[in-house]
C-alpha cells in the first residue's frame, strides 16, 4: 500500500546519464517519506495507494537544494550596495569596517528569535520556488556565543517549515573587532569555538573565507586541520576576488566544495576533479559585485568537475532568495547548459553536501519533490526569476 501515488507525469529524474533522466508518461510511489517507485506507468508494480493523484502532464523534480547560503542574518546592506555603485569597492568597505562586519554588529544585537523570524521570509520565498533542502552558514557572529545562536536559529527554520537544514560553521568569514591578530582569532576559532560547536552537534561542515579581506591559505589550514581532527567535512569560500590557492587547499583536504572560483586558474581544475570536491558556482555573487573574472567552466566541465549552483543568500554580496534566478544567470551569465543548472540545484547539490539519499527521483531517496506547470525541465533555467518581495498587489485598486 502506497502513501501517495503519482500519476500521469513527466519525470526529470536527474539521474545521471540520459538528459535530465526524463521519463514520459510516469508515475512516481511515496511509502513512508520516501520513493517506492519512479518510472513509466506501463512498468508501475501493481497495489493500492490510500491517494492517488493524475496530474495532468505536469513535471516532476527532485526538490530543489541550495547548498551555500547564509540565509541567517540581522540588518541588511542597502546602504552599502549605494556606496557600490558609487565607485567604492567591496574590499575597501569591508577594510574599513563595513561589509560582513556592519551584518557582524547587527546579527550580535538580534536575539535567537529574531535571526528566526528575519529568515523565514527568505526561506518562504526559497521554498515558493520548490526548495526542500537548503545549507545555512554561521559567520556574523564570530564569538562561540554568536556562532552558536545562528546555527540554533538556523536548525530551528527546519522546525518552523518543511525544510532540511544543513549546517556549516563559518567562523573563519571575518576578522572580529575585539581581535587584532588573525592568527590569534584562528586560534579561538580552533580551541573554543570549534570543539565546543561540534560537542553541541550544532554543525554539519566546516567553511572559511579564504581571501585578503578573510584568512590566508595557511590560517584556513589550520581550520580545515582541527575540522579534520573532529570529523567535520570542509568547504571553501575560495577564488571569489583573488587567487590565494584556496581550491588546490579545499582538494587537498578531500572538501566537500570549493565554492566561487571567479579567479580559478584552469589548470588547478584537475585537483578537484580527483579530490571528488564539487565546484560551487555562485552568479549572484558575480552580478551583484559587478564581477567581470568569470569562473574557469569550461576548464571544470573539461576536467570532470561536478558543478553545483547556489544563491549564496547573503546582505552584502548577493541578497537573493531564488534558486530558479541563480539557474537562469548560471546559464546567462557562466554559459552552464539547463540541464547543468537543474543538475547543480538538485543532484550535485546533494553531493556538495554529502547527502545520497536526495537529488534525483530514485527508489529509495526521500521524497522532496517538486511539482511544475512546465512541460520540459529546461523551462526552469528559462525564465528571469520571480519578485518573492510583492506581498500583495493591487492593480487600478482591486486585487486580483
Ligand atoms: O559568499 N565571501 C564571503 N562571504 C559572502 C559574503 C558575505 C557578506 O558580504 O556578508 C559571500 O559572498
Ligand atoms: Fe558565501
New binding site residues.
Partial sequence: MHDLLLTNATLATMAAGEPYGLVENAALAVKDGRIAYAGPMAELPGGASSQTEDLGGALITPGLIDC?T?LV?AGE?ASEFEARLLGRS?EEI?RAGG??LS?VRATRAASEDQLVEAALPRLDALIAEGLTTIEIKS??GLTLEDEMKMLRAARRLAKERPVRVMTTL?AA??LPPEFNSADDYITYVCDEIMPAIHGENLADAVDG?C?GV?FSSSQIERVFEKATALGLRVKL?AE??SDLGGAALAAKYGALSA??LEYLKPEDAPALAKAGTVAVL?PG?FYF?RETMLPPVEALRGAGVPMALAT?C?????PMTSLLLAMNMGCTLFRLTPEEALAGVTRIAAQALGLDDAGTLAPGKRADLAIWRARHPAELAYGIGGNPLVQRVFAEGRQP
Fill in positions: 551555500h547564509h542574518y546592506r567591496y569591508a561589509g560582513i551584518t559567520g556574523y563559518l568569514h571575518a573565507f581571501e578573510g569560500h571569489q576576488l565554492d566561487h555562485l555573487a559585485l549564496d547573503n546582505p552584502g554580496t548577493s
